[in-house]
């Protein structure tokens, strides 16, 4: 069965650095890696997917994430945080070849402090 | 294209009733999904469509949920008897997919729901 971890429940990071939050990856097959915001009492903004390519996806808002098979990875990045950026973020992988479905990470909270 | 659109956005409900949520996909968009939401966790699958068929349906989705998308447009997900364990964030996501495509899924503001 496919499966997304998200190894870290917060990541803090003062503005105007980089971030980096961590999704590590399971499937069998072919893996779509896909990563969502989501900022309180909201619902999810699509942020970025790999599918196939580039191993450096760009998306919106300036963020990007890099696709590493060989460690079964895709990070989210960006090279100067915004205070703006804090929120919830999730990593998601679609359910293998015969389904759309999405199988969500249980998320990070990035926290950019001032 | 105004987005998805869920209502309403809010719900309080006492055990035992009935409740029933709505979601408007973006127009033209062929596919609509429902997921909750619990506190602290990831959106987790409960079912999806392709125009009005319902392909597929979460083992989670217990004998009390049902959901309908009658003209391929809207669709509606309706919790019978609802328990406590139901309280959540329902989120709706529509996308335009192809056979063969990775679709983008673009989510709704959700409907979160309280049963007392």
């Not at chain 1, 580039?54 to 098979?69: I, P, Q, R, T």
């Not at chain 2, 319902?54 to 809207?74: C, H, M, T, V, Y």
Request: with cysteine; net charge positive; charged share 20%.
């Amino acid at each position: 069965a496919q499966s997304v971890a998200q190894p870290e429940d917060q990541v803090n990071v003062a503005e105007g650095n980089p971030l980096t939050v961590k999704c590590t990856y399971s499937v069998s097959g072919n893996p779509y890696l896909f990563w969502y915001v989501q900022y309180p009492n909201r619902g999810l903004q699509f942020l970025l997917k790999y599918i196939t390519g580039d191993n450096l996806v760009k998306g919106s808002y300036g963020f990007e994430a890099e696709f590493n098979k060989s460690q079964t990875s895709f990070h989210l990045k960006k090279p100067s945080a915004l205070v703006s950026d804090s929120a919830l973020y999730f990593c998601a992988v679609r359910d293998g070849d015969s389904s759309y479905k999405l199988i969500f990470g249980s998320g990070t909270r990035l926290l950019v402090r001032p | 294209d105004t987005g998805v659109s869920q209502n309403p956005r809010h719900k309080i409900t006492k055990r035992g009733q009935n409740v029933t949520f709505r979601c408007d996909p973006i127009s033209e968009h062929n596919r609509l999904y429902w997921y909750r939401q619990t506190l602290g966790q990831g959106p987790e699958f409960l079912t999806y469509f392709q125009n009005e068929a319902q392909l597929e349906k979460s083992r989670l989705l217990s004998d009390r949920f049902s959901a309908e998308r009658p003209k391929g447009s809207f669709s509606t997900l309706e919790i019978q008897r609802t328990e406590q364990g139901d309280s959540a964030m329902y989120l709706c996501a529509s996308s335009w997919g192809e056979l063969g495509n990775t679709d983008t899924q673009y989510f709704g503001p959700g409907t979160r729901l309280t049963v007392l």
